[in-house]
């Protein structure tokens, strides 16, 4: 059974490195927390640099002497000094020192949040398979066979860079792997702005976490679902959600859940539209009797809202696959006990 494996953009040539299985079974694979396939399949609402909430906008003239000296600055020099600082949490900290920092500060840290927004939805609508990538073209499903245009470019790489794995040769990073990256790097820099201020109902602490909650990507509060565009097919999180699971033995797997947008959010959820979106695309060489040819492999694939699409557009296939997630959970009990 491979082991080293990929959830890849065939469109993008990205293959997504924050959930693949690197020395793991591949149930550790589908099982973990899958979240972040959830966000790179579903658009967020993002928070706007130029429409910040009503709280960050600068006093009015009428109201500027009660900001005292620093009402004297001109904005330019607020803007510029913020210019200067590269970390979120002291952008924070510095926003929330003064009222006229507000608006300005507010700006800065949209900014400087955007690579935790960059991946979000930047899959929404691609060419989705999941593999250990050293799969022979050849082999791959119909819809993951390139363009004629990919194959003319395919053709200038040589041999080592034919195999899907270096196809896909680009990663979507999520916000943990730039945090990490920036503490190696640079050092313990990154201090929390939370962890800063004294922890009370009032002052900077109320501040901070309001500046934070304003900048943080948000999901609607609507029906959402796994939707296959080629196929004009969907898996509501919502179904997904009441599904419950239990082995022979009686032990429970998955409980009825609630949603949260895209998310599911409860004590046992196995499964979620992450962990079947590497279930339906999953494609091997292998002959593993546990992982199947997946039925979406190589489809454009999404998560949306489906609150007023109208089912003659798009049937609901829940049921489908929640038959395929409860064989597979059989399967992958009766051969290795992995619960």
């Avoid at 020192?97 to 691609?126: C, D, K, N």
């Avoid at 990919?150 to 196809?167: G, I, V």
């Avoid at 602490?205 to 565009?229: F, G, I, M, Q, S």
Wanted: hydrophobic content about 35%; some cysteine; charged content about 25%.
């Amino acid at each position: 059974m491979p082991t080293d494996l990929y959830m890849f953009n065939v469109d993008k040539r990205e293959k997504a490195e924050a959930v693949k299985g690197v020395e793991q079974a591949f149930p550790n694979y589908i099982f973990k927390d899958n979240d972040w396939i959830v966000k790179l399949l579903a658009r967020a609402i993002i928070p706007s640099r130029k429409r910040p909430p009503a709280y960050y906008l600068a006093a009015s003239s009428d109201k500027r002497h009660e900001l005292g000296s620093l009402s004297a600055i001109p904005p330019e020099i607020i803007g510029y000094i913020f210019s200067y600082l590269s970390s979120t949490d002291d952008a924070i900290s510095f926003s929330v020192a003064h009222r006229i920092l507000s608006h300005e500060g507010f700006r800065r840290v949209v900014r400087l949040r955007w690579r935790e927004y960059e991946p979000m939805g930047s899959w929404t609508g691609q060419r989705i398979i999941t593999d250990e990538g050293d799969t022979d073209r050849s082999d791959l499903p119909t819809k993951c066979k390139l363009t004629a245009k990919e194959e003319k470019e395919m053709k200038k790489a040589t041999s080592f860079h034919r195999q899907l794995y270096w196809w896909c040769i680009r990663m979507p990073r999520d916000a943990a792997w730039h945090t990490e990256m920036t503490a190696k790097n640079y050092g313990d820099i990154i201090k929390p702005a939370l962890q800063r201020v004294a922890h009370s109902g009032t002052g900077d602490y109320l501040r901070v976490r309001l500046l934070v909650e304003d900048t943080t990507p948000r999901y609607a509060k609507k029906t959402w679902a796994l939707c296959n565009h080629d196929r004009k097919q969907c898996i509501r999180a919502s179904a997904v959600a009441n599904w419950k699971i239990t082995l022979p033995s009686g032990k429970v797997l998955q409980a009825p859940s609630s949603t949260d947008g895209p998310f599911l959010r409860g004590e046992k959820v196995l499964f979620d539209l992450g962990s079947l979106a590497i279930i339906l695309t999953a494609w091997s060489c292998y002959t593993d009797p546990v992982i199947e040819k997946g039925p979406w492999a190589g489809d454009r694939l999404g998560i949306y809202t489906v609150d007023n699409v109208s089912p003659k557009k798009l049937e609901d296939v829940s049921e489908w696959a929640m038959g395929i997630a409860k064989d597979y959970v059989t399967k992958t009990y009766s051969r290795r006990h992995w619960f």
